[in-house]
Nanobody, 121 residues
Framework: VQLQASGGGLVQAGGSLRLSCTAS????????MGWFRQAPGKEREFISG????????EYRDSVKGRFTISRDNANNTVYLEMNNLKPEDTAAYYC???????????????WGQGTQVTVSS
């Protein structure tokens, strides 16, 4: 499975961005999808995930109410809508996929390249 993330950019605090991640080479509809981020000098952290089975979602506490994950199985794409962005959201964002349904884990099977999100104050 190959994952291609896009949609990052520079935005002012309070602004919005939508990240996209398109999968190829696998059965997207059977994959759990996750979004992670990593800021310079910090560990990678789980942001959000969405399962394929009885679709459920999870969010990191710091993004609840501001970020929304969704998936379009027909187009093999998962999205991360990010609103009310804060400077502390600045990081490289990565999408990932795994065959099991646990979302909040670092053990994903496939990873995309990062897309940079920079939020200015």
């Amino acid at each position: 499975v190959q994952l291609q993330a896009s949609g990052g950019g520079l935005v002012q605090a309070g602004g919005s961005l939508r990240l996209s991640c398109t999968a190829s080479g696998g059965t997207f509809s059977r994959l759990t999808m996750g979004w992670f981020r990593q800021a310079p000098g910090k560990e990678r952290e789980f942001i959000s995930g969405a399962t394929w089975r009885l679709p459920s979602v999870e969010y990191r506490d710091s993004v609840k109410g501001r970020f929304t994950i969704s998936r379009d199985n027909a187009n093999n794409t998962v999205y991360l809508e990010m609103n009310n962005l804060k400077p502390e959201d600045t990081a490289a964002y990565y999408c990932a996929a795994r065959r099991r349904t646990t979302m909040r884990t670092n053990f994903y099977d496939y990873w995309g390249q990062g897309t940079q999100v920079t939020v200015s104050s």
